[in-house]
């Protein structure tokens, strides 16, 4: 223990590849979000291939650069145009629906071992945030029973690593930077993202990877939650 952990009284958390691997989650998402449009709108999947919707995600977010901090509007938005290029008169019906399975998949995690039994144990001791660019509801996850906030890219307005929400979780927490401590996955979206603010940083490095950038290092590094544990 360091002289810096024993003022630790906030500690924030990535969600997406830090408490759950992502990538499995979005794939189904996409699959369920297809599904639903295969049965109601089959006109879409035939038009619209992954080509066809990566340009016409560039082209909402060179008109609505906002977008860009707002993944599930701009999702939402995707499914809307292309429901009204292919002719659907109920296409916004239609796009809730399919956001909707979308959703619904985003929600069916399935957690890193270590994940709530330290959340668990910290949430005794500690403050807790999530700190997400990604648009899972720790409310819906029933995660809120350990988090005292949650603060998205959505409703924040900038996306991580600006510093703008890891200055909000001080906030909604009441602490200065010294007292706070960031856990993430990410070197440039956590790890640089919480120093800007003079936060403390715990790198979740699970595949052993080397570290990526030169100008700065996480104050510690592990490669399981269950060692914050023992941190602080």
Not at 85 to 100: H, S
Not at 199 to 217: C, F, I, K, Q
């Amino acid at each position: 223990m360091t002289d810096s952990s024993e003022r630790i009284r906030l500690i924030t958390f990535d969600l997406d590849d830090t408490l759950w691997p992502v990538a499995p989650v979005i794939i189904r998402a996409e699959h369920r979000m297809r599904d639903f449009l295969d049965t109601h709108a089959p006109e879409v999947n035939r038009r619209f291939d992954r080509a066809a919707l990566a340009e016409l995600r560039e082209r909402l977010l060179e008109a609505q650069p906002e977008l860009l901090h707002d993944i599930s509007g701009l999702r939402h938005r995707m499914v809307e145009s292309t429901l009204i290029a292919c002719g659907y008169a109920d296409a916004p019906a239609l796009a809730a629906g399919a956001f909707a399975a979308f959703l619904d998949a985003r929600h069916d995690i399935e957690y890193f071992e270590d994940a709530l039994d330290t959340l668990e144990h910290l949430s005794r001791r500690y403050t807790l945030g999530a700190l997400s660019n990604g648009n899972a509801s720790v409310a819906r996850l029933g995660l809120d029973r350990y988090f005292a906030f949650h603060l998205s890219a959505e409703n924040v307005g900038r996306r991580k690593p600006h510093p703008l929400m890891f200055e909000r979780a001080l906030q909604e927490a009441g602490v200065g930077a010294d007292a706070a401590v960031h856990v993430g996955d990410h070197a440039d979206d956590d790890i640089r993202g919480a120093h800007q603010v003079g936060m403390a940083t715990v790198w979740v490095n699970r595949s052993g990877t080397p570290w990526e950038l030169e100008d700065l290092a996480p104050t510690w590094e592990i490669c399981d939650l269950a060692q914050l544990a023992g941190m602080f």
